[in-house]
């Protein structure tokens, strides 16, 4: 599976972005997919997830009630609608997917991982 993430931009503080990730090549509908962000001089950390069928999702405690994860399968396609932004939330954020239908947290439990956008909220 290949990802792509895109919809990063320049956005003040309160506004809102939404992420893309586009699938391509191989099984999608039956991966879990997550988001992760990793700003300078950090680790890599989770965002969110969301199972197969999008009826599940997992949400770090950093973005719970700002940021929702959404899918669709017959468009290879997941989103990440983020809200309320941060100057905290600026990082490059990308997504990844695992071939299974249990949603985790862990980036090491993540096998395909797609190139980033940055995402940058001025004060």
């Known amino acids: 599976v290949q990802l792509q993430a895109s919809g990063g931009g320049l956005v003040q503080a309160g506004g809102s972005l939404k992420l893309s990730c586009a699938a391509s090549?191989?099984?999608?509908?039956?991966?879990?997919v997550g988001w992760f962000r990793q700003a300078p001089g950090k680790e890599r950390e989770f965002v969110a997830a969301?199972?197969?069928?999008?009826?599940?999702?997992l949400t770090a405690d950093s973005v719970k009630g700002r940021f929702t994860m959404s899918r669709d399968n017959a468009k290879r396609m997941v989103w990440l609608q983020m809200n309320s932004l941060k100057p905290e939330d600026t990082a490059i954020y990308y997504c990844?997917?695992?071939?299974?239908?249990?949603?985790?947290?862990?980036?090491?439990?993540?096998?395909?991982w797609g190139r980033g956008t940055l995402v940058t909220v001025s004060s």
């Open positions: 990844a997917s695992r071939p299974s239908v249990v949603v985790v947290s862990t980036p090491i439990s993540y096998t395909y």
């Open positions: 969301i199972n197969w069928s999008g009826s599940s999702t």
């Open positions: 090549r191989g099984t999608f509908s039956n991966y879990a």
